[in-house]
């Protein structure tokens, strides 16, 4: 027996059913009967659906946090150390992999040492990374605060 010779056991293999495809009992409604919210495209009441009174999960409490505050990209002082180069924005750091979501802001991280003088151009940045950059000769930069907090401060 060679490999182009194999065929499965006579009968163990069946062609789908091709409904809607002329005669033969299920061709013009093909099974799905006559009108009907279940004879159309797309038909169902969906997963939660209770025959029409409130569905279980909006009759439950809600506790706890929904999704509260802003999520970063997370860059780290050791991964800013082993990239080339001494300036760093979105765009490099984008370019290096190191961040992915375009729709996220970058945060700057004090994790890990930094052994020479980059400046860093970020949306956010921890006061140790900061300090940190800072310490090896480099600048971390932010963007200006907006009149509103500007106002706050003073």
Same mark, same amino acid.
């Given at each position: 027996m060679k490999l182009h010779e194999l065929k499965p056991h006579a009968g163990s293999r069946k062609n789908r059913k091709r409904v809607g495809r002329g005669p033969g009992g299920t061709d013009k409604t093909a099974g799905r009967g006559h009108k009907g919210q279940k004879a159309r495209s797309g038909a169902g009441k969906g997963a939660f659906f209770e025959g029409g009174r409130s569905r279980l999960i909006a009759r439950l409490p809600k506790r706890g946090f929904n999704k509260v505050g802003t999520t970063f990209e997370i860059v780290k002082l050791s991964q800013l150390d082993v990239?080339? !180069?001494d300036t760093f924005d979105r765009a490099a750091l984008e370019l290096a992999g190191l961040v992915r979501r375009k729709n996220n802001p970058v945060k700057l991280l @004090?994790? !890990?040492e930094l052994t020479r003088a980059v400046t860093v151009h970020v949306d956010a940045a921890s006061a140790a990374a900061i300090q @940190?950059?800072?310490a090896a000769g480099g600048r971390v930069v932010l963007p200006e605060a907006t009149s509103e907090t500007a106002e706050k401060a003073e």
């Open positions: 990239l080339q !180069g @004090a994790t !890990g @940190a950059v800072e």
